[in-house]
């Protein structure tokens, strides 16, 4: 295996590299291939930017015709014929059939991209320069989106100051009976609290980076409620858990919020291609005309296949299939909850959105080379990175689900049996 180009000449910054030793080539639904011509399942698939598995069929043919046909690859926010399609599917099959009406910013193309705009459009409206943010949250790693982001080493990189960030109790965080929303309502309302009022409360539904922790929908629905009370907006980070992840398009379907802003980008292509944008409430789109720019906000590949992934959410059948493959990947981690006592905490995330709390940092570590060594590509998260984060795709077949799945118990076995 010749690793020698990436160890000479790429920064010390690189990780999966390590992570994963091996050089990858090719790539199919939920399987990955290295050089050697070795398989790989992927339930890491791009720190879920691969929700619908690599090169689906569905997504990648109109990019195909798209490409070989002289088509416009570059436009930043010029009007383009793919844009326009885009647009208009994302809103017959996305926004229309589920109640919402939104402007679309189509910022530059990354996550953290579209976490900057939001912010920036947060503050312009309000007037006010604080945002809440949540214990464990991550929202990228550009300035503002890393003075929201909760992990110390994150919020720290970078060596400069982070303002304006109200940093808040998640829900269950510290304990089970400690009421955060309780408390973010009560220092809103209090003069003496010493918190001033934020322009925005910026949260994720599911915790993803940080530990796969989870937002129940009465939580999300009184810190809606708690928003609107204060006249503060409420910004889903819908990065990693929106595009389908929970098993809903928005991972906030389920709790029926209405954001005022959402972030979406990650598998929102549908197919790798950088893409984001930010979902903002009629009256709130108060951006004057250039006020906000970059380069590759007119990313024409990603229009085609995005347009194409939104397309599946009106095929009854897709969303069918993609409600039973969450369902079976439940009751595959619950088992293994049942099975591992001594290795695995509890379950936790939601939908395909899923992980395994263990009970050591080193247990992970092991389960992550094991699994590895036996054609299985998984991550960890959380603060302690004890968090076993189980992201297949949403397209993932049975056949894969399960092997994957068996790959997975072998490697927690194999560490049970170690200790
Ligand atoms: C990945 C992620 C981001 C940042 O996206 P980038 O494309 O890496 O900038 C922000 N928020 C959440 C919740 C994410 O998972």
Not at 118 to 146: D, E
Not at 237 to 257: H, N, P, V, W
Not at 284 to 311: Q, Y
Not at 332 to 342: G, N, W, Y
Request: glycine share 10%.
């Amino acid at each position: 295996m010749n690793t020698d180009p990436f160890t000479a000449h790429e920064s010390n910054v690189r990780r999966y590299g390590r992570s994963f030793p091996a050089v990858f080539t090719k790539a199919q639904g939920a399987t990955i291939w290295d050089e050697a011509g070795n398989p790989y399942i992927d339930f890491f698939v791009g720190s879920g930017a691969l929700n619908y598995g690599h090169n689906n069929k569905n997504i990648i043919t109109p990019a195909i015709e798209y490409l070989v046909g002289e088509n416009i690859l570059l436009s930043l926010d010029m009007y383009t014929v793919a844009k326009r399609e885009f647009i208009e599917v994302f809103v017959d099959s996305i926004l229309k059939p589920r109640g919402l009406s939104y402007k679309i910013q189509f910022p530059g193309p990354t996550g953290t991209n579209a976490n900057e705009a939001a912010l920036a459009l947060a503050r312009k409206y309000t007037g006010r320069s604080s945002v809440m943010a949540f214990t464990n949250a991550f929202h990228g790693m550009s300035l503002g989106s890393l003075a929201v982001s909760g992990s110390e080493s994150t919020r720290e990189l970078g060596g400069v100051a982070r303002h304006d960030v109200i940093r808040v109790p998640y829900d269950s965080y510290p304990n089970q009976t400690f009421d955060s929303a309780n408390y973010i309502d009560c220092v809103l309302g209090d003069p003496g609290s010493g918190i001033e009022k934020p322009a925005a409360i910026i949260l994720e539904t599911v915790q993803a980076e940080g530990g796969l922790n989870t937002a129940s929908a009465a939580w999300l629905t009184e810190i809606q409620r708690i928003c609107r009370t204060h006249g503060v907006l409420l910004i889903v980070d819908d990065i990693q858990a929106g595009a389908g992840r929970t098993g809903e398009f928005f991972s906030f379907e389920f709790a029926k919020l209405e954001p005022d802003i959402v972030c979406l980008s990650k598998s929102l292509s549908g197919s790798g291609s950088p893409f984001s944008i930010v979902l903002i409430r009629p009256e709130i789109d108060i951006w004057k005309p250039g006020e906000h720019s970059g380069t590759f906000r007119g990313n024409n590949l990603a229009f085609v296949t995005a347009g194409a992934m939104c397309r599946m959410w009106s095929d009854r059948e897709f969303t069918a299939g993609v409600e039973r493959t969450a369902v079976n990947l439940q009751r595959h981690l619950d088992r293994l909850v049942a099975k591992f006592p001594e290795c695995i905490e509890q379950k936790r995330g939601r939908g395909l959105m899923a992980g395994l709390k263990c009970r050591s940092r080193a247990g992970v570590g092991r389960v992550h080379d094991v699994a590895f060594e036996n054609g299985l590509l998984i991550e960890s998260s959380g603060p302690n990175r004890d968090v076993i984060k189980v992201l297949p795709p949403i397209t993932i077949t049975d056949d894969e689900l399960d092997h994957g799945i068996a790959i997975l118990d072998r490697a927690i076995q194999e560490q049970a049996d170690d200790d």
